[in-house]
């Protein structure tokens, strides 16, 4: 090896590179395998309505079943996903799934033609006109109410490439489905960007949710000031204790999400919640 140093410079094969390379590939490729052995599964988690705990709608979240490793969660692979561009037909498979079983549900119990469906998606999948087609196409095969359908995306999405993101947004919005920004306050959008942007629900992210201090509360009033400026749905993410649900909802926040209510579930947990849809949550 080159002496310490002058690697940087000379070093055009760097075998640490090539590793990464290698590896980048190999978890590509244990990816689409994944896909194509049926070893992705999505989990759902309620969505409340904040005064009187019931369900309005749930979030779709993939987890790997793997063969070895278990239950892998998608912190671990949604990034590689991404990187290795594995991500768009890993959302494909996402988007066509989680509404399919929405019209399952919207078909086997009376009274939840109004319960939404919300489906994270990444930068990647805002690229291009994949998307559009691809929510279309799932719409028409099962005639689910586009307003039932919510696309969760990030802060950073917004801002990254602008002109083009207002595009999407638009397409999004002529379809009739909503859109929502997730984890809303760790990034960096400001309010004039946030009003450009035709989106209808802002998730404040679960940092804002302590409740424990007054400091906690101060922003997340903050956020709600914003989302009620540019008449916004809002939901507080990672509610946790009845202390944090009695504050966010005393705070004015419409909807909720957390452990307090409900964990993220299989689907034939949900069944259950479905069936009788007016109990408050948690389900005893
Ligand atoms: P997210 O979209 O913000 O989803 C909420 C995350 O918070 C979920 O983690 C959920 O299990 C967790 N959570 C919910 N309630 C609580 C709570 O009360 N306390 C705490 N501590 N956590 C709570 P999960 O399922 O591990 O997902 C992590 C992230 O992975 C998601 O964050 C999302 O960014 C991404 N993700 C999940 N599913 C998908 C997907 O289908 N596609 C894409 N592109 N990304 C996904
Ligand atoms: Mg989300
Ligand atoms: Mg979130
Ligand atoms: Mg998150």
């Avoid at 998730?203 to 989302?227: E, I, M, Q, Y």
Wanted: net charge negative; no cysteine.
């Amino acid at each position: 090896a080159a002496k310490r140093g002058g690697r940087d410079r000379f070093a055009v094969f760097d075998p640490a590179m090539y590793t990464d390379l290698t590896r980048e590939a190999q978890q590509r490729a244990d990816l689409e395998r994944a896909l194509e052995d049926d070893q992705f599964v999505l989990y759902f988690q309620p969505i409340v309505d904040l005064t009187t705990r019931r369900l309005v709608g749930v979030e779709a979240l993939v987890r790997w079943r793997h063969p070895v490793e278990g239950l892998v969660g998608p912190d671990t692979f949604i990034p590689i996903a991404e990187a290795t561009g594995l991500i768009v037909p890993l959302g494909r498979w996402i988007i066509r799934q989680a509404v399919r079983q929405l019209a399952q549900w919207h078909r086997d119990n009376p009274d939840t033609g109004h319960l939404r469906m919300s489906i994270n998606v990444s930068g990647r999948q805002f690229q291009g006109s994949g998307l559009v087609e691809e929510v279309t196409s799932v719409l028409a095969e099962t005639g689910v109410d586009p307003k039932a359908i919510v696309l969760e995306i990030t802060e950073s999405m917004l801002m990254q490439d602008v002109d083009a993101t207002a595009l999407m947004l638009q397409a999004l919005r002529d379809l009739g489905v909503r859109v929502a920004v997730d984890d809303f306050g760790t990034g960096y959008s400001s309010l004039s960007y946030l009003k450009r942007f035709p989106v209808d629900i802002l998730k404040v992210d679960r940092s804002f949710v302590g409740g424990h201090n007054a400091g906690d509360t101060t922003l997340a009033d903050a956020v709600l000031g914003l989302g009620r400026a540019l008449q916004l749905q809002t939901v507080a993410e990672g509610i946790e204790t009845d202390t944090q649900w009695s504050t966010m909802r005393d705070l004015g926040y419409d909807y909720g999400q957390g452990y307090l209510f409900a964990r993220p579930a299989a689907a034939v947990q949900i069944d259950q919640l479905m069936a009788d849809p007016t109990k408050a949550l948690p389900a005893p």
